[in-house]
């Protein structure tokens, strides 16, 4: 890494990232190239945390991406709780870095963040899964909170 600055960057710098990507390959191809590169990361996070096709139980899967997420991690977001309620999983962030900086009411959804998170759980589970954010604290939910489910 960087002998002086670290690993780490700003939000400033990733939200410039995000526009810039929506503004040259419209909103619908950067949301798609973001989540894929949140899966990306997300693949290489269970990797490092060696719990690939480990069939991590959720409630066991919590700190791990606590710590490794959040503040004594990379920052990318907090996560309170996973549930699954019958084929549906659900995660519970706040303070993720897709919606830090966002005016109240804003159409930004999660995109880098779902990708991550969805790399990893479909890493524990050896299944690939489809991801939707259905709560926005822009909105005036208390947590992002995105449902998974398992394809075919």
Known sequence: MRPELGEF???????????????????????????????HRGKQLAEQLGIVGKGTSHADLVPLLQKALGKDG????????????????????????????????????????????QGVIEQVMGERLRGKQTESVLRGSTHDVIEFEVLG
């Open 74 to 117: 990379t920052r990318l977001c907090i996560i309170d709780k996973i549930e699954q309620v019958d084929a549906t999983i659900k995660v519970y962030c706040r303070e993720t870095i897709c919606s830090a900086g966002e005016p109240e009411g804003s159409p930004r959804k999660l995109t880098f963040t779902l990708g991550a998170i």
């Open 9 to 39: 960057s700003s939000i400033v710098c990733f939200k410039a990232i995000v526009t810039g990507a929506e503004e040259a390959l419209g909103e619908k191809a950067a949301m798609i190239t973001l989540i894929a590169a949140g899966r």
